[in-house]
């Protein structure tokens, strides 16, 4: 049974930094790309951005410059560095590899 579990949402003030967690279980972390998504109030969910097994990163054009996805394939944990965020980045953030999703972890960035 794999799982995915992601944590470190919350609010923030525009310009503020967060850094967000996804915790896998299971043996599928380290063979497979992962990747984070997201889903703004009333909007289709979004990709933001993926790695590789290799590390290989790459970013939706909204998110480049300013949010750094990368993993840890020894504690099994994947990480997206929000720097800079903006009120447009509030969203419920998704966990995703192959056909598994997390429950996902809320952003806000309000002033």
């Not at 579990?5 to 930094?17: D, T």
């Amino acid at each position: 049974q794999v799982q995915l579990v992601e944590s470190g949402g919350g609010s923030v003030q525009p310009g503020g930094s967060l850094r967000l967690s996804c915790a896998a279980s299971g043996s599928i972390f380290r063979a497979n790309a992962m990747g984070w998504y997201r889903q703004a109030p009333g909007k289709e969910r979004e990709w933001v951005a993926t790695i590789t097994s290799g590390g290989t990163t790459s970013y939706a054009d909204s998110v480049k410059g300013r949010f750094t996805i990368s993993r840890d394939n020894a504690k099994n944990i994947m990480y997206l560095q929000m720097n800079n965020l903006r009120p447009e980045d509030t969203a419920v953030y998704y966990c995703h590899t192959l056909f598994y999703w997390g429950k996902g972890t809320l952003v806000t960035v309000s002033s």
